[in-house]
């Protein structure tokens, strides 16, 4: 009973947390990674706190960037936008219920 229970992240946490511990395994800010791959240092930091999602035009760069495989890392940006649209879904069922 020592060991606290991890909660399991959802797959929007799981993104931003899989961008945010490559980029600093590799030991870049977050500006530079932006200026390496071509965005503003704001849509790296919306990223890595799961407010924001990596385009797709982006992932072959970002994946290369953070030695992050590129299938790998869109698979991650599918389930995360899948999640926020339903976790959306519901929330509008629920305030018209």
Sequence with gaps: MGK??????????ELAQTLFAARERRKISQRQLALDIGVSNTMVSLWESG???PGYERIS???EELGIE???LQS???LAKAWRKEQMRKARQ???A
């Design 94 to 96: 629920e305030a018209a």
């Design 4 to 13: 606290a229970m991890s909660r399991k992240l959802n797959p929007v946490q």
């Design 61 to 63: 760069l970002l994946a």
């Design 70 to 72: 590129e299938s790998a």
């Design 51 to 53: 407010r924001g999602f």
């Design 76 to 78: 991650l940006i599918i």
